[in-house]
Nanobody, 127 residues
Framework: QEQLVESGGGLVQAGGSLRLSCAASGRIFNPYAMGWFRQAPGKEREFVAA????????RYADSVKGRFTISRDNAKSTVYLQMPNLKPEDTAVYYCAAGRDAQVVRDWTLPVRYEYWGQGTQVAVSS
């Protein structure tokens, strides 16, 4: 059964760091592109970062570019999101998603391009 399970969320102070992990099972992962989205209360789900199945190509939202880093370990079927220097505006539920390269590459930022979703992990950053 295809499944994505996120972990690593929590409560941190501004300036702190977290590393999110997303473990894939079933047929998911290779050759799927993997993405991270987030949704704050009262807001729409927004794109954070994505990585090509091979790991060569990555994309980031402007709000996190230069600060967050997405990576993947295909041997472990796991994708990571390293989040240093967290800000209160980063507070949200973070979701992992998987989509076929050919679909995701059309628009990395669109949730509909991704077939599978995890349940989400809460990240809270206090000021």
């Amino acid at each position: 059964q295809e499944q994505l399970v996120e972990s690593g969320g929590g409560l941190v102070q501004a300036g702190g760091s977290l590393r999110l992990s997303c473990a894939a099972s079933g047929r998911i992962f290779n050759p799927y592109a993997m993405g991270w989205f987030r949704q704050a209360p009262g807001k729409e789900r927004e794109f954070v970062a994505a990585i090509w199945s091979s790991g060569v190509i990555t994309r980031y939202a402007d709000s996190v570019k230069g600060r967050f880093t997405i990576s993947r370990d295909n041997a472990k079927s796991t994708v990571y999101l390293q989040m240093p220097n967290l800000k209160p505006e980063d507070t949200a539920v973070y979701y992992c998603a998987a989509g076929r390269d050919a679909q995701v590459v059309r628009d990395w930022t669109l949730p509909v391009r991704y077939e599978y979703w995890g349940q989400g992990t809460q990240v809270a950053v206090s000021s």
